[in-house]
């Protein structure tokens, strides 16, 4: 397929093509269950989810197993009330219980809930008061942070009738399917009827409501085959975490969509442990977030353990990869890896594809996903020229797989005219393609100069004393802001004056004189989301106080 011409591709795109593809239609209705599981679940032994708990313990689901359980979990969802457009939360570590608990909302037309394992009972409480959730499904590891949860739904516990806390659940998760027919006529929703409620980050004030509607199934699919790279033949292992939306999208929805076959692993992320779980199950087609690249290239002297190792392709989001994690994958894994740009609002919507052939540029997002058009719009909302900055907007109109309706209780608009606004800062390529600088407030106004970010970090990344880094404006009287940087090295190295002047150096040597960081300060670690985004923010906090103090 990578012999198809990207060009070419967008040029013959239909919606209609990749619609075709699915049980259900707009017209009639489609369920999500269906297409993603029902779909596939004629061979009984299609294996749909590979799982390892941190126990250790192992095990697998096949689609027709799976199509079984969630009839069974839908009809116990009818019996309580629960069904079309109501939202059901799930608590859950990445495990078999959380997959039926999606698939068994999906088909009675319900909405599904992802809370992140590592969120508080405050961010807790607002996501469900906010979506006005019917019923929780969470296990007794994450239980006692209900306690402290107000208004809180019906309850449901994964764990036996013997566990201590069995008693305080509403119900208990095998219990309440014991008895249930595994039959259950899946419910099918409009085009624009939602079947997921997301929640953004929320790292810089309150998190905003993204109903997600069915007719992003569509883009899901082109996303994964095309720009994943996903083949029937892949062993498929996304990392991310299905409590946000890349892992939800990506790791269950996307390649389920496809009838591959995904990889659960409920043990917290690794070097070790990633590479055992690459080698054990040799995967083949592999995505992970850059702090997860970063992470495995440091320990890299940990390979020689798993020489068995046989990935085919890889893919990162979440953050801009820098050129040197694309150098050691390469040269570590004997494949290449694709940097892909997306929102939780949109989706990916940006991509270096694997299954079309297209320049390839070291530390850019690539091009629009067929379906898209994508542009970068100046301070007065025109169009930029090539070798230009401005910021990342959708063409909406131009757009045939945009599906964000806007937040779902309006909490903001990110429109103009007929651009959707990523609020991300981009050069223009002039070939259709964008090269990520930074946020919008991210960006470092200094003497004159606009300096993205992710520029400065990426080359301080290329030295070997590096590890990670992060880039912020720092305010200066003279020059309006100067860049400082946070670094992270490898222990073996000192980080002292002198190591401070040859970082500068190199960012003047590799960079440009105006754009090096005049400020340098070494820490154990940077603040990130608990998806592992940067939070420059606090960053800029801190840089700011060092000014006051």
Known sequence: MNNVKYS?????????????????????????????????????????????????????????ELQQRSAQFANF????????????????????????????????????????????SGAIEYRL?????????????????????????RTMLVADAYHPLAGEANFLFDEAQNGQSNEFEPVRLGPDEP??????????????????????????????????????????????DPGWAYGLYYAIVGPMLLGCTTHFNEAGFSADNTFSFLERYNITNFAAAPTAYRMLMANEKLLTNYPGINLRVANSAGEPLNPEVVNWVRRAFN??????????????????????????????????????????????????????TGELAIDMENSPLYFFQGYTWGEKSPYQGRYYLTGDVVISNGDGAHSYTGRDDDIIASAGYRIGPADVENTLLEHEAVIESAVVGKPCEKRGYIVKAYVVTHPEYDADDKLIEVLQQHVRNRLSTHAFPREIAFVTELPKTSSGKLQRYLLRQRAQDELNG
């Open 8 to 64: 070419d591709f967008v040029r013959d795109f239909s919606v209609d093509t990749i619609l075709n593809r699915f049980v259900g239609d707009y017209e009639n209705g489609i369920n999500v269950c269906q297409e993603i599981c029902d779909h596939h679940a004629d061979d009984p032994s299609r294996v749909a989810l590979r799982y390892e708990r941190v126990d250790g313990s192992t095990g697998e689901l096949t689609f027709h």
């Open 335 to 388: 494949c290449r890896v694709c940097d892909q740009y997306g929102q939780t609002e949109t989706g990916m919507t940006a991509c270096n594809f694997h299954e079309l052939s297209h320049i390839h540029r070291d530390a850019s997002m690539g091009y629009a996903m067929p379906g898209y058009r994508l542009v970068a719009l100046d301070a007065d909302f025109n169009e930029v020229g090539e070798g230009e």
């Open 129 to 153: 008061e906010r979506a006005d959730t019917k019923l929780i499904i969470t296990n007794p590891e994450q239980w006692p942070k209900l306690k402290d949860v107000a208004g809180l739904p």
């Open 77 to 120: 969802l009818t019996s309580q009330g629960i069904g079309r457009g109501d939202r059901v939360a799930c608590l859950l570590p990445r495990t078999p219980e959380l997959l039926i608990s999606l698939l068994g909302t999906l088909r009675v037309g319900g909405v599904y809930q992802p809370l992140f394992t590592a969120f508080g």
């Open 195 to 240: 079947f997921l409620q997301m929640f953004t980050s929320g790292t810089t004030g309150k998190s905003k409501g993204v109903s997600v509607p069915v007719r992003a199934l569509p883009a899901f699919w082109v996303y994964m085959r095309y720009a994943i790279g996903l083949r029937a033949t892949d062993n498929f292992w996304n990392v991310a």
